[in-house]
């Protein structure tokens, strides 16, 4: 990025979930030459809140000012703040997602459409459709098959990790039921947070439907 190129920004923040919080940590944005086009609560746990904010920035050389006058509100931590081409919109993202789920051509398209849009959507580095330790679909920079097999093992072995309700920061899972196949999501740079983890089970459930009704 060069000095005075707009960027655009996604910023996660955690600060006490009280009335006015998010509001001064919009004005301390805004003080700086932020447009915030997207807030999006991540998580609640009652005394802290995890938001995310999508902010548009007349430059890159912005970004530790950005950090500095979020973290002057009190209370409140940057825990990441990322670069992208295009801003999730979890909403959205899920909606379009489904509908292009629903017209997969035949049954061996969804899981390869599943992989793809949950990569995309969560902005991951890959994702993956395994079914009985082997990969049927995959999207991104997919570890070796050794390492897929070793993680669906893994998440197998704990029940809350997985039904999807829980996992390691950078994994998140959902169940197949029907087809007894398992959807891996992983992203390095930022841990999934609880709502993310539902989207994502939404998605796979939807998709699991759909690839049922494609085989009949």
């Avoid at 950090?67 to 909403?91: K, L, M, N, T, W």
């Amino acid at each position: 990025m060069t000095e005075g190129q707009a960027i655009h920004v996604v910023v996660r923040v955690w600060l006490p979930d009280r009335p006015g919080g998010l509001g001064q940590v919009a004005s301390r944005i805004g003080a700086m030459r932020g447009d915030i086009v997207g807030v999006d609560v991540l998580e609640r746990s009652g005394t802290v809140a995890v938001d995310e904010f999508a902010v548009d920035l007349p430059g890159d050389d912005l970004v530790p000012l950005l950090v500095r006058e979020i973290e002057e509100v009190d209370g409140a931590s940057v825990e990441e703040v990322e670069h992208v081409d295009r801003f999730p919109d979890a909403r959205l993202d899920a909606l379009e997602s489904v509908e292009r789920l629903c017209t997969a051509a035949g049954p061996g398209e969804v899981p390869e459409l599943l992989a793809g849009l949950c990569q995309q959507d969560f902005l991951a580095d890959w994702g993956a459709v395994l079914v009985g330790g082997t990969t049927i679909a995959a999207a991104g920079a997919v570890p070796d098959m050794d390492v897929l097999a070793a993680l669906a093992t893994g998440t197998a072995a704990s029940p809350l990790v997985a039904s999807g309700e829980s996992g390691p920061d950078d994994l998140a899972v959902a169940p197949l039921p029907n087809h007894d196949a398992i959807l891996l999501v992983e992203r390095a740079r930022r841990r999934f947070r609880r709502r993310e983890r539902a989207q994502l089970l939404a998605v796979a459930r939807i998709a699991d439907r759909v690839w049922g009704l494609l085989e009949r």
